[in-house]
């Protein structure tokens, strides 16, 4: 019983190895047979396809329609935007040949040395450069714009170091390219977006986040501005979970998209793009997960509510599941998911440790003494609390409880992440706490120099400016150079 | 006004060419700047997104879970299964680098020549390779299984000739991959999954098919049974429309995945596959169509009401849209998706036009004498009918019709199929009728040969042998040597 369950990591051991056992023990993820790439298991991805279709219905609800874009991007494409390449275009799995053939040793396949493309493809990295070539035959009035498009897909970037769900060579996405007539309506839209991730962040996956702008090192290469989502894992360091860029005319010039304005002029088209991945994923589990095994937030747990019955014989048996039977009919009418898992070839015991380290939010056991008392055990996955309640009304109770669970554990990150974060004012404070982790925020005098020097000396990096910090003169906590108001650094995935 | 509309090609005058146009002119998808690749624009993917929608529920009724495996496959892996190879191998996209760099001669950017991979990489063609070499670490025991996967994905065959959705270089769709300790197990699942798609191609498509087996001949490549459903289109040739696999034991001999089983002894596992895509678009499109664009079934177009105003003033469109307004809520109530377009910068016909190209099943007109009379005109895309209805009541009276004109196309392409289905007994008979195209049952001697001949001299293929056939004896149409049973023959897409 609950073998794997002991031989998880501690996080106060190895954060890192308890992460990488988690992914795996839960049966979220494996490392497949191709380097860097991972197989999301159905547990993994069940939880990733509740993402995918809550932020589907966000984004519609913003006007966004899904499209589908090619695979590959011509390599010429790439050098179109100059920054762009520069950022994207080097690590990437390129295609250069189109056909296989029998080995004339006998030996299995080998590549057809004929069939060599004229011009080489590549995996799309990010789909920019493909879209904005696209959309020059979309678009020629503002009568055709805003245009609003968005793609779920797979990317590839060629990642020396991965590390499943944050940084894989292959990783799932969505990306959404918008096509505006102005200046001030695409950077509305980027913004627009950022918020969309910062609710959905905080509403289901219970990730308090700070909304911020990325400085001009930490930029999507090829945008003007760069806003993100930052939040703190249990080990302090930050996660950036989110990106929307406002990418100003760059695209359009880069792949000659212009448009008739309602004056008659001819004029580049505005540009957005953002995105979120299955790195989405990474941050779901190391923020609220602990050395029992996941924990997952109510509102994007596969299964919400599990069933486990205690009995002694099969009469026994048969009679917890016609009290049960009726229990999963209410509270799947209210929408909740819920397993009963009377499965007779595992002990209660083992699936207990199964579904807590699986994350399910509440369970609920049953033996024929609860029956007799009208009541049911109930335990919180968040807080591992056990509890008696009356099985009369239990639904509604458990349809409140979840919602408890949501709030509390997204109240429990957001404590973690104020109790470590720290406004730091001198080179030494900033020196100590980086070693501690957290966020810290400090004055920066706002130059890539400055940035980068800390960087080397700390392993610190801005996280970001904070869109809704205050104004604040001060100094620059490495140069004293002047400063407007106090950034974000941390450590970071 | 409908100028585009006015330039469609006539279905009578070149079908092949009026699906081309139809494609690109009602919005569903376009040729990329990458070979044999494209674009499926956002009306096209809203249509393949309520197909996906529908087709994952029904999959996950039947115990299916969602997955993800990864897009690129080692090469050595193509070649352990010996007939996979040889049908699926040869035109792929390969992958032999990981790097680009800067041109030396300042040119863009090129291929890193000391980026070489130690093994290419293939794009999935397909993924029972990567998937039964993953099962082999999943499956040890008999209560490993049935594993049941799924996975929504891209996949890429170097095709030569490509026509937009019916053959791509790039396509979507799903695969799903089974795994079962008994012969029997599997074999009932790759029906049950054909089952499933024959429901599916019916409720949902509007689709009449013919389920059946594939020959030795045309069976997928690992193969040792492949059921097909098999569509007429409306120029009497056939569309493959999905296939499932029963795949025996090969690939488990292939990837090594051994089970113990009930009676504690070693056993390769049985194995099914099956799969839809993209290509289901393309017999959407091909079996309802018109000359005036596409029809659409009500179950899995996008907007399945459109409501249109007619007025001469602002005064009249206010009045308009205080009428509209409560129908268009009640619509929504009731499921319905509508739009309500009342723009101001298109006149009506021109939005008639459009929506007849799109497809809307029901459009429903409304001026200021309407509302006097409290009558609405309506129109069914399907017959292009039009007639006056009560105001009153109107939005279950939409939610019939809609009704109405799925089963209508349904039942209209099933006549047409039956019209065109045909008892050959001669061969003069088979080489007339095949020029005019339909499903010819015929007698078929069992051999290879003969099937290879016949589609020498006539271009027709065995579709399948149909499932729910009757057993006949006769003669073989080519050879004359006996036959159990009659198959259907066609010329196919």
């Known amino acids: 019983m609950a073998i794997e369950l002991k031989n998880l990591t501690k996080r106060a051991d190895d954060y890192s190895q308890w992460y990488n056992e988690l992914v795996v023990k839960a049966d979220l993820a494996e490392q497949s047979a191709v380097r860097g790439c991972m197989v999301i298991k159905p547990y993994g991805y069940a939880i990733w396809e509740k993402m995918q279709r809550q932020l589907d219905d966000m984004f519609k609800a913003t006007g966004v329609q899904n499209a589908y874009f090619p695979l590959l991007i011509p390599k010429s494409f790439l050098s179109r935007e100059a920054e762009h390449v520069e950022g994207f275009a080097k690590e990437c799995a390129v295609v250069t040949h189109h056909r296989l053939m029998n080995d004339p040793g006998g030996k299995g396949v080998v590549v057809d040395p004929t069939a060599r493309l004229e011009e080489e493809l590549i995996i799309r990295p990010t789909s920019e450069t493909i879209i904005w070539n696209t959309y020059r035959n979309w678009i020629s009035s503002y009568r055709d714009l805003p245009l609003l498009c968005n793609q779920w897909c797979n990317v590839m970037r060629w990642e ?20 505006h007539a102005t200046r001030d309506e695409a950077q509305a839209k980027a913004i627009e977006m950022l918020n969309v991730y910062g609710d959905f962040a905080e509403k289901y996956m219970a990730l308090p986040v700070v909304k911020g702008i990325k400085t001009a090192n930490e930029r999507f290469a090829g945008a003007l501005e760069t806003y993100t989502i930052e939040a703190m894992m249990q080990d302090g360091k930050a996660l950036q979970s989110g990106t929307s860029h406002f990418l100003g ?6 792949f000659d998209v212009k448009f008739i304005n309602k004056e008659n002029q001819l004029e580049y088209v505005w540009a957005t793009s953002w995105g979120v991945s299955t790195r989405l994923m990474g941050a779901l589990i190391m923020t609220h997960s602990d050395d029992n095994g996941l924990v997952l937030p109510p509102h994007l747990a596969p299964i919400q509510v599990v069933i486990v019955p205690i009995y002694k014989n099969a009469e026994q048996l048969t009679e917890i599941d016609a009290v049960v039977e009726p229990i999963v009919a ?56 056990k509890h008696s309640a009356q099985l009369q009304g239990i639904e509604e ?11 509390g554990i997204y109240d429990k990150a957001l404590k973690l992440r104020e109790s470590m974060t720290f406004k730091v004012d001198t080179w030494e404070q900033f020196q100590e706490q980086i070693e501690k982790g957290g966020f810290l925020l400090a004055h920066w005098d706002g130059t890539t120099e400055t940035e980068e020097k800390i960087k080397e000396l700390t392993k610190a990096t801005i996280r970001c400016i904070p869109m809704d910090g205050d104004d604040e003169p001060g100094k620059c906590i490495l140069t004293g150079k002047p400063s407007a108001r106090r950034v974000i650094f941390a450590r970071n995935y």
């Open 249 to 254: 005319q760059n695209f359009a010039k880069a």
């Open 397 to 407: 109770y458990v349809k409140n409880l979840l919602e408890d669970i949501q709030q």
């Open 330 to 385: 209410k509270l799947r009418d209210l929408g909740v998911s819920v397993k009963y898992d009377n499965a007779d070839n595992k002990r209660p015991g083992f699936k207990f440790a199964d579904y807590e380290l699986k994350g399910v939010p509440v369970r609920l056991v049953l033996g024929p003494r609860d029956i007799q008392n009208g009541t049911v055990e109930v335990m919180r996955r968040d807080t591992l609390e």
């Open 160 to 179: 020396m170091r991965t590390r499943m769900f944050l940084r894989t060579a292959e990783f799932l996405w969505q990306e959404g390219h918008t096509a």
